[in-house]
């Protein structure tokens, strides 16, 4: 149990009111009093966000601005491909790209998301790492950028096959949009910088809304029958069953993104022989990950059996061996599979699709499939 | 005639002579949320009072049931592993866990009674 100063040095999102009159039940998350669940429980919470629409509060994820001085966006996009292997430079207006700041060693010091709104590039970041990448960028980006933390507004998910036709009605541009357009849009009049995207794998909608109007939206929303508030437990199932790495579980200081899996993210503009090949931090040991392998890669894993295999869980490669070979990174049950889900990392000659292993739980080996991921299909609307 | 006790960890024992079925109370399941997995201790083991004898999974997290008193497990719900939810839908009936054959008595001694109980989470 946390101590009472704890819980009073708990941050709160400007929907923490809402949460509260829903019925949600409030834990520390990342420095913020946030909801796990409402009364309708995490399985229907997951189950409803995939048959119709969740809401989700996601305000204690850091946003950021990033505004070239030059007045030129592609100073800003070229300013921050010296701390991202990605091409920031590619990324039309109106679009939006995953993306991994790294560190010298080529591990992972936070995922994130940068739209280009035309004349600046918009960023989200994890709640746990904001500080730390405010202070990255600043160190790094302030003679080219103006750094600007946007913490006076909120961002809440809208995720679900009904997310569309929800947000129509207080948005008419949202349908055109396509996976990954982003942008500003007023939504119920509101001033708001809406993406289509998500971390469910389904299709859906992230809104940033400024705090004051925050509730005011929330409430517009959840008055649609189709939309159902959802915590940080479902958001969490949504996204293992889709395959999403989350931060500081999956991906890491000490994971390379070709380790874990995430070469799709990196432009081969920015790997060997690309016009822009390296310039960001661990460009050597990443392009070496590119070009000869890694020794250890994140796989998903599907059990045989019911128990759930969660996070920390050693992997063998048989059901005697003494010496663990890797280990889970994040497991659990995933309603709509309605089976135990994990992800984890193994070294690569056990990593292809079908390999069997075994998981240590409770003194017991259970055995597992490596399998491939997402889960569950995905339903971007590209 | 049986008599229902409690313990502070939320399990209820239905006492029937020298035999007790152990569950997990109704406030325990709303805490616990969705059970989707339920492991139960093997027929014929000796349970040691406040040994892990069960776990319950729901989806975010794993919890140990322990053992309320000493005993042999004498018979397990098989129907917890085919059906897990039937541990928020009938806790404190259907989704018995198992069944104890009581070691020790003087172990009952420690237990609640109902209203005890109802203070205990009220």
Not at chain 1, 350 to 360: K, P, Y
Request: proline share 5%.
């Amino acid at each position: 149990m946390l101590a009472r100063d704890d819980q009073n040095s708990l941050k709160t999102t400007p929907l923490h009111g809402l949460h509260v009159s829903l019925g949600g039940k409030m834990v520390p998350f990342a420095g913020y009093d946030m909801p796990v669940q409402y009364p309708a429980g995490v399985l229907k919470e997951h189950l409803h966000t995939r048959s119709q629409a969740g809401l989700f509060d996601v305000s204690h994820m850091g946003q950021i601005a990033l505004r070239p001085k030059s007045g030129k966006v592609e100073d800003a996009a070229r300013a921050l491909e010296r701390l991202v292997p990605q091409d920031i430079i590619a990324i039309a207006p109106g679009r939006q790209r995953y993306a991994q700041f790294t560190n010298a060693d080529g591990g992972i010091l936070d995922d994130l998301m940068v739209a280009n709104f035309g004349d600046h590039l918009f960023l989200v970041v994890n709640a746990a790492c904001k500080a730390e990448d405010e202070a990255h960028l600043r160190a790094n980006l302030a003679g080219d950028c103006i750094i600007d933390s946007l913490s006076d507004r909120a961002l809440i998910a809208l995720q679900g096959p009904k997310a569309e036709s929800v947000l129509a009605k207080l948005c008419a541009e949202a349908p055109a949009m396509k996976f990954m357009d982003a942008g500003p849009h007023k939504v119920a009049g509101l001033d708001c910088f809406v993406s289509r995207s998500g971390y469910t794998g389904e299709d859906g909608f992230e809104i940033s809304v400024p705090s004051a109007d925050a509730e005011r939206l929330a409430r517009t929303l959840l008055e649609n029958p189709d939309v159902m508030p959802i915590g940080l437990g479902a958001r969490d199932s949504l996204r293992l069953e889709a395959g999403l790495c989350l931060y500081g579980h999956d991906i890491d200081t000490e994971t390379t993104p070709v380790e874990a899996a995430l070469e799709w993210s990196v432009q081969k503009s920015r790997r060997s022989g690309g016009a822009r090949a390296g310039g960001f931090p661990g460009a050597e040991k990443i392009l070496a990950h590119f070009d000869n392998g890694a020794s250890r890669r994140r796989v998903g894993l599907l059990a045989q059996g019911r128990a759930p295999v969660r996070e920390g869980a050693p992997l063998f490669a048989d059901g005697t061996g003494s010496e663990p070979i890797g280990k889970v990174t994040s497991g659990g049950f995933g309603p709509s599979l309605n089976a135990p889900v994990a992800m984890g990392y193994v070294p690569t000659s056990h990593s292809a699709l079908g390999t069997h292993l075994f998981a240590e739980v409770r003194g017991q080996r259970l055995p597992l499939t490596v399998a491939a991921m997402p889960f569950v299909k995905n339903t971007y609307k590209r | 005639m049986t008599t229902t006790l409690y313990t502070s960890d939320h399990e209820w024992l239905a006492i029937d002579g020298d035999v007790a079925t152990v569950g997990i109370t109704d406030y325990a399941q709303s805490q616990l949320g969705d059970v989707v997995f339920v492991e139960l201790p093997k027929v014929g083991r000796t349970l040691k009072k406040t040994e892990a004898a069960a776990v319950v999974e729901s989806v975010k997290a794993a919890s140990d049931v322990y053992a309320p008193i000493s005993g042999e497990v004498l018979e397990v719900n098989d129907a917890l592993s085919a059906e897990p939810a039937l541990v928020n839908s009938d806790a404190q009936d259907k989704a018995w866990f198992f069944k104890i054959r009581i070691a020790d008595r003087s172990e009952l001694g420690g237990l609640m009674d109902e209203a005890a109980y109802k203070a205990h989470t009220a």
